[in-house]
Antibody, heavy 122, light 110 residues
Framework: EVQLVESGGGLVQPGRSLRLSCAASGFTFDDYAMHWVRQAPGKGLEWVSG????????GYADSVKGRFTISRENAKNSLYLQMNSLRVEDTALYYC???????????????WGQGTMVTVSS | QSALTQPASVSGSPGQSITISCTGISNDVDHYNYVSWYQQHPGKAPKLMIY???NRPSGVSNRFSGSKSGNTASLTISGLQAEDEALYYCSSYTTARTQGFGGGTKVTVL
């Protein structure tokens, strides 16, 4: 079964850091670009960041650029999001998502995890 | 970044057809054919319903169809059913090499 499972969320104070992980299974992980999408409570979807299948090409939303870093470890079928200098407005459910087409970096997201909640509050 | 505009809500009776619009700007919907649509039920992860403007993934009902004209993409749900009640989001790739989402449209089946 194709599956993505996020972990690493929690309650953190403003200015602190958190690292999210996404474990992939059921498909050849290193064939696909991967992305993070977040959803603040009661709000819509917001693309956060994406990384190419090789890890060599990364992109970020303006709202997180310079604070968040996406990475992947293909040998471990894992995707990560290092979040530094967290702000209250980063509070959201963070989903990892797989693109639909092998090799392509930006594409529709056909597989989503269930998300991990990040709460930034003092 | 992309700022895609969707109506906040659309409603229809069972069996009817409804259409959700998604209006972009020159750097997204109008520029690319990479428009996708997602369905999200409460407490659930989004589900891909349409990709590349009008293509349906395997397993998605043919009651769902997509189109695009200029800078506006549309999702049409035909033969509306109770299970279609959900939030729907459009998304587009942008010239800034980012992915934008619309604000979401709540579909209500009357």
């Amino acid at each position: 079964e194709v599956q993505l499972v996020e972990s690493g969320g929690g309650l953190v104070q403003p200015g602190r850091s958190l690292r999210l992980s996404c474990a992939a299974s059921g498909f050849t992980f290193d064939d696909y670009a991967m992305h993070w999408v977040r959803q603040a409570p009661g709000k819509g979807l917001e693309w956060v960041s994406g990384v190419s299948w090789s890890g060599g090409d990364m992109g970020y939303a303006d709202s997180v650029k310079g604070r968040f870093t996406i990475s992947r470890e293909n040998a471990k079928n894992s995707l990560y999001l290092q979040m530094n200098s967290l702000r209250v407005e980063d509070t959201a459910l963070y989903y990892c998502a797989r693109v639909k087409t092998v090799v392509v970096t930006h594409d529709a997201f056909d597989i989503w995890g269930q998300g991990t909640m990040v709460t930034v509050s003092s | 970044q992309s700022a895609l505009t969707q109506p906040a809500s659309v409603s229809g009776s069972p069996g009817q057809s409804i259409t959700i619009s998604c209006t972009g700007i020159s750097n997204d919907v109008d520029h690319y054919n990479y428009v996708s649509w997602y369905q999200q039920h409460p407490g659930k992860a989004p589900k891909l319903m349409i990709y590349d403007i009008y293509n349906r993934p395997s397993g998605v009902s043919n009651r769902f169809s997509g189109s695009k004209s200029g800078n506006t993409a549309s999702l049409t749900i035909s033969g509306l059913q109770a299970e279609d009640e959900a939030l729907y989001y459009c998304s587009s790739y942008t010239t800034a090499r980012t992915q934008g989402f619309g604000g979401g449209t709540k579909v209500t089946v009357l």
